[in-house]
């Protein structure tokens, strides 16, 4: 009955680690007017990995329009900026790019 119970747990600790490194996955997606030079760069910690024409990232512990300013001077202007898939609009992006270096 022990044994049934471990393998019990470790077949759920399986199952819930996907979801978990889900979590950690993409929060933060980045598209830059220019290709990023880099394949990658950190920002206050955050490790942003660029394939293709955008970005992305893990959630942060800083403020969403933190994490978009921070990014921006890093890689550049952007054509958009999503958080858990919502897009910034305009006025945000515009205030965002603005901080562009």
Known sequence: MTRLLSVAAAVAGLMIAPAAFAQ????YNAVPVAAPAKNSVITSG????????ACSAPKSTQRDAIMCQLVVQRIGALKSFSVN???FGAAELAECNSRAG
């Open 24 to 27: 950690g996955g993409t929060y």
């Open 46 to 53: 955050t490790l942003w990995k660029c394939t293709g024409p």
């Open 85 to 87: 898939g919502q897009p």
